[in-house]
């Protein structure tokens, strides 16, 4: 099978982990990304990237649905309704990750890498950025593809040959962008042997196969974007737009993580609370005309992204949850 770029004009995607249910920040990005793909009047896909077998959970799957449902949003292809590009759950597109991982091999774009966590640490000697761990080392880039088949029952990742040199990109949000890749993680782990691809592959080929034309997602993952141009350079393939939208902070000023209970969707829900409510703040919040109750459709005209103020939001529950 050769894997073939899809082209979609205005296409978007939902891409949740099903690690334990979305909160309000998950909501606005969504929101934003499905605005986007809307007012385009491109297909929404709906993907559930389960990869992470330590991190997913499989009744969590379901409950995200329901969580972006609940808030309004809809979606022309998922695990649900299907579609021409499915599966829509990553844990059954492994073959397709499997070819995509040889013709790296092929090119001799990756090597089998041996070195655990603790051996990077010790060889660091750069500072590095907070949330990327050490820049590898290099230690085992002499490596050929082919030598994997010597490393017998060895565990071994496989390791993206990242080229020196800044990677740039123009974000949809957050303008001209560069970082170089080569300094902050240097070669990346796009798989592991025996346990299938890594984050960064999967995504890549996905966003390619679906006919993904613009990825809006929160700005944590603004460091992982040069390593995926770099594998759309690597395949051959025309990257999609990319825009990274500024997480949502507690009124602690810290980003909401599912320690908050009280902003994740099921606990509103549960609560009775009506998702106009919470839509309205998060129009107001993108710069809509503010609306006490909103619906996702009634802000699809109004919607632009430029309008989204570049500053971190803060979440006030008050503002939806109040009176209940
Ligand atoms: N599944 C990833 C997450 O929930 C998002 C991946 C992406 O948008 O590229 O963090």
């Known amino acids: 099978m050769t ?20 909160h309000v920040g998950h909501a606005r990005s969504f929101l934003i990304a499905w605005l986007a793909s809307r007012q385009a009047g491109g297909p929404v896909v709906l993907r559930i990237e389960d990869l992470d077998a330590s991190r997913a959970r499989p009744e969590a799957a379901d409950s995200v649905l329901v969580d972006l449902r609940w808030l309004g949003l809809d979606w022309d292809e998922g695990p649900d309704v299907d579609g021409p590009f499915g599966p829509y759950i990553q844990s059954q597109r492994r ?40 820049t590898y080392p290099g230690t085992c880039a002499n490596r050929s593809a082919a030598d994997a088949a010597g490393l017998g029952d060895r565990p071994f990742a496989w390791r993206f040959r990242v080229p020196a040199g800044p990677v740039a990109w123009d974000d949809l949000f957050l303008g001209t ?25 999967a ?47 507690g009124p602690d000023g810290r980003r909401l993580a599912k320690r908050d209970g009280s902003i994740k969707l099921s606990a509103l829900r549960d609560a009775g609370v009506d998702p106009r409510r919470l839509v309205g703040s998060l129009a107001a919040s993108l710069g809509a005309p503010s609306s006490t109750r909103s619906s996702p459709g009634d802000l699809i005209s109004e919607f632009d992204l430029a309008e989204i103020p570049t500053s971190a939001w803060v979440a006030s529950p008050a503002a939806w949850s109040d009176g209940l």
């Open 95 to 134: 073959t397709i990750y499997e070819e995509s991982l040889n013709q790296l091999k092929a090119a001799e774009l990756v090597y089998p890498c041996t070195c655990t966590r603790a051996d990077i640490e010790r060889a660091a000697s750069a500072p590095h950025a907070e949330d990327e761990g050490p």
């Open 177 to 201: 962008r560069e970082i170089d890749p080569a300094r902050i993680g240097g070669d990346f782990i796009v798989g592991r042997n025996g346990q299938g691809p890594a984050y960064q592959l």
């Open 3 to 22: 894997l073939r770029q899809e082209r979609r004009p205005g296409a978007g995607r939902l891409a949740p982990s099903p690690t334990g249910g979305l």
């Open 203 to 249: 995504v890549v080929v996905d966003d390619a196969f679906m006919g993904i034309d613009q990825v809006i997602r929160g700005d944590d993952l603004v460091p992982s974007t040069p390593r995926q141009l770099l594998l759309y350079r690597a395949f051959g393939w025309t990257p999609p737009r990319f825009g990274h939208v500024p997480l949502v902070v």
